[in-house]
């Protein structure tokens, strides 16, 4: 990817697209969050954060990186910080020779809202840059730039600054840019030049030496190669350090797998519950099918696996009578299975018929179980009905002929 898409966050925002040396591809738009979306897609985006919100510092730590720094940074800055040191967000940048440190600091809940902005809009940001580190350098001069009614200063050996440029002449003054030795290389937005052209023109009396640029486009594709530049420092560090990786196709396709993970589970566990209701079933219909074997072989005092013993009964004295007991149970368990809702609450063997106490979820599921046993050469007479916690109550009468 060698190109970017470089996001100016200020009134109105701006951004323009840059290649990976700085150079501008495009013209500078202007619009909300929602307009640069599509742009930002196949493109890695730089954000360009207000200075104004941004504290930075060089102080000397006792420790030049690891982990210990980021425990060190927040101490080191807190004289420089207008409030809790808890309230504010801390990134490291690089050492140099003299064994400064390179701080920026910036409050947790400002850059969280910059953030949630971006991604409510479907925009990642690669690293947000303050637009005072993006300031060109320019070895031997004073770097300013004058564009949106801010002053950014970048001077050698100083931290870069941002000041309101109204009025100008103060804001000048507080950047000491009077001095015969300040050579100062001045950038001014068109809008700016034109507003405030003739306090501008005065700045080369009070200086050394003025060399003058006017940005017919403001000063966005100026910052953008400070933005883009490698080594840059970005706030995106620690806590808002930028997803790479698997952990960025994680975060991405979270809420999906947590919704696919959600829905299988719900799946084993309807599958586990209609597992336990049939063995549930099953344990029913034995103990129904033992009753109705008690009630058939009297004689029997010992009733281990009712299902062969009547089978045994009924070949050694009926033969294959389909209107027995065996066959009877069979159209049952046959009916149950082309039905499904009905369920045996009690079963019963008398005047060579089969007692049934089903319990339905409604009246058709009792129709349905009926025309099951008609089906298998038999008849159901459903004797009576009545309302149940679980739906309807019934008591039916299985044999040759519907009873009358």
Do not use: C
């Amino acid at each position: 990817m060698n190109q970017f898409l470089v996001l100016r966050l200020a009134t109105p925002i701006s951004w323009v697209i840059v290649g990976a040396d700085g150079g501008r591809l495009g013209p500078v738009a202007t619009g909300d969050f929602a307009d640069a979306a599509p742009v930002a897609r196949e493109r890695q985006v730089a954000v360009i954060a207000p200075g104004s919100s941004v504290t930075l510092a060089r102080p000397e730590l006792p420790v030049r990186a690891g982990s210990k720094i980021a425990q060190v940074v927040p101490y080191a800055m807190e004289e420089s910080l207008a409030g809790e040191i808890e309230q504010f967000h801390f990134a490291v940048g690089a050492t140099d020779e003299s064994g400064a440190t390179e701080v920026a600091a910036v409050r947790r809940e400002e850059l969280r809202g910059w953030l949630d902005a971006l991604a409510a809009a479907g925009i990642e940001p690669a690293s947000v840059v303050p637009d005072t580190l993006s300031v060109p350098d320019n070895p031997g001069k004073t770097v300013v730039v004058i564009d949106s009614g801010q002053l950014l200063v970048r001077a050698p050996g100083s931290l870069p600054v941002a000041l309101d440029a109204e009025p100008l002449t103060e804001a000048f003054a507080l950047a000491g840019l009077e001095g015969e030795d300040r050579h100062v290389q001045l950038y001014v937005s068109q809008q700016d030049w034109q507003r405030s052209r003739e306090m501008i023109e005065a700045l080369r009396e009070v200086t050394g030496s003025l060399d003058l640029q006017v940005l017919p486009d403001g000063a966005l594709p100026l910052l953008a190669a400070g933005a883009v530049r490698p080594g840059a420092l970005s706030l995106l560090q620690g806590e808002f350090a930028r997803r790479t990786g698997w952990r960025a196709e994680w975060q991405r396709w979270r809420v999906a797998a947590l919704l696919a993970i959600a829905a299988f589970v719900l799946h084993v566990g309807t599958l586990s519950y209609e597992l336990v209701s049939l063995h549930a079933e099953q344990r029913r219909l034995d103990a129904a099918i033992e009753q109705a074997a008690r009630v058939a072989m009297p004689d029997v005092e010992r009733i281990e696996d009712a299902r062969t013993q009547v089978e045994q009964r009924l070949r050694g004295a009926a033969g294959n009578d389909p209107r027995g007991l065996l066959a009877q149970l069979a159209a049952v368990g046959g009916a149950l299975a082309g039905a499904p809702g009905p369920r045996v609450e009690s079963l019963g063997w008398r005047d060579h018929a089969l007692e049934l106490g089903l319990v339905a979820p409604d009246t058709d599921s009792i129709a349905r179980f009926a025309q099951g046993i008609a089906e298998r050469g038999l008849a159901a007479d459903v004797a009576s009905t009545s309302q149940a916690e679980q739906g309807i109550r019934a008591q039916v009468r299985i044999g040759a002929e519907a009873a009358e």
